[in-house]
């Protein structure tokens, strides 16, 4: 049956085509922009093509972050000569004032050393974050969830000793000119005051670097145009497939729809979208009736606010349904790797017997691990929640950049991993756990 079920995704497969027009025909998707409204009108059309008999709109009020005007980030080297470096604001940052900030920068390579130097040294410049991806990890995963906080909470743990600024080296595998931006949160418990923050790529910091060594006294004018407005109307995306036999048990399989506006979103999170909708044409196209109800969710503002896996959770309870499974891919579209499974039940056990079902079509591991961002709130209310893993060795190569393209995307690496999903889907509702 597997067999047969990779000869549909390896011959028939919508899913390239699918991610195709996401990625290239609607604009950039971000929560709350018309490019995220035309990518629900899609995701349902998709949905219905795919053969859900019904298909939902899950409403939920999203954030609304634009990012304006292309940020400049210069400084005048010692000879007077202006460089400008590739930066780009972090989602829900303020902007700069329009004539921007003009202040000393401060190298800052950790938050002990951010808390020695202090008020004295830090008030009035501009802290430059300079933390690097530690590679000795096997994963990229690991390296950038160990780093990522810095993005995250650095600016309010900077403005606490009165920076005016903060600016992080793109959380990127490679050396590169893309900055890579990504979610910041401003914690008022650290700090009331809230600064700009913006990420530079990984050779614009490099270059930053070297014109701080040559002179320590190196302004720096950053100017950002970003804004948050009102919240907007969103929504999540939910086609189904009614189970015959345990109609309200629901085995759940998706990604998220935003993606972040530089780029296509292709990898994060095209791909678990369009794979997500795909298992939906697998059970319709070879015929399977699905015992539960088979579901594909495409998930609203996973990147600034998890507003679309709130709303999810709490219509969940509202209505009292019953997940037997959650399943997320938000890894990037890349060949297939392993699997994780986080449940208290006996789901873990019982995927580890289908390791060598799966072990043909390249699945090497299966660990008790989390899931993606989407699913995760699930878990609380007892669901086995599954993470698809690819192989994300380039994924941080691309991840939240003007350069996670569709042409960064292999169509047999694609199809193989939405066949594993598939396969695991059918085996969650065929063999039960
Ligand atoms: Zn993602």
Redesign the pocket.
């Known amino acids: 049956m597997l067999r047969k079920i990779f000869d549909y995704y390896l011959i028939q497969s919508n899913c390239y085509s699918n991610l195709e027009f996401l990625s290239t025909k609607i604009e950039s998707r971000l929560s709350g922009s018309p490019g995220a409204e035309k990518a629900v009108s899609w995701a349902k059309k998709a949905l219905y093509e795919a053969g859900a008999d019904t298909v939902y709109l899950q409403p939920c009020m999203v954030p609304h972050w634009v990012r304006g005007k292309k940020e400049t980030c210069t400084v005048n080297n010692i000879q007077n000569k202006k460089i400008s470096f590739n930066v780009c604001a972090l989602g829900n940052s303020i902007s700069t004032n329009p004539d921007g900030i003009t202040a000393k920068v401060i190298e800052v390579k950790s938050f002990e050393e951010l808390d020695s130097l202090g008020e004295k040294n830090i008030k009035g410049k501009i802290v430059f974050f300079n933390v690097y991806f530690d590679h000795k990890h096997l994963t990229t995963g690991t390296c950038y969830g160990e780093k990522v906080t810095f993005r995250y909470s650095g600016p309010s743990k900077a403005a606490k000793y009165g920076a005016l600024a903060s600016i992080v080296r793109s959380m990127s595998s490679i050396n590169n000119d893309f900055p890579h931006t990504g979610v910041m949160g401003y914690d008022t418990s650290i700090c009331k005051t809230k600064i700009p923050a913006c990420a530079i790529s990984y050779s614009g910091a490099d270059e930053l670097l070297k014109e701080l060594k040559l002179n320590k006294e190196l302004k720096l004018t950053l100017k950002m145009s970003c804004v948050m407005l009102e919240k907007v109307l969103s929504y999540n995306v939910v086609g189904e497939i009614k189970g015959h036999t345990k109609p309200n048990e629901i085995i759940l399989a998706g990604?998220?729809l935003d993606?972040w506006d530089n780029g296509q979103g292709a990898h994060?999170?095209g791909a678990?979208v369009v794979q997500g909708i795909e298992v939906l044409a697998m059970f319709k196209k070879l015929n399977i009736a699905p015992h539960h109800t088979i579901r594909a969710v495409a998930f609203m503002n996973?990147?600034n606010g998890l507003e679309g896996a709130r709303a999810y959770f709490e219509d969940t309870k509202k209505n009292n349904l019953k997940h037997i499974a959650a399943l997320e891919s938000?890894?990037g579209g890349f060949s297939p790797r392993g699997i994780s499974v986080d449940t208290t039940m006996g789901a873990f056990k019982k995927t580890l017997e289908w390791k060598q079902l799966l072990n043909p079509y390249f699945v090497q591991y299966i660990e008790k691990e989390g899931s993606?961002a989407d699913v995760s709130p699930l878990r609380k209310i007892g669901v086995p929640i599954i993470g698809f893993q690819p192989d994300g060795q380039r994924y941080f190569d691309y991840h939240h950049t003007a350069d996670d393209t569709f042409d960064k995307i292999n169509k047999r690496e694609l199809d193989l991993s939405a066949g594993v999903i598939g396969s695991l889907i059918y085996l969650i509702d065929h063999k039960g756990w």
């Open positions: 990604g998220h993606a994060d999170d678990g996973e990147e938000d890894a993606g």
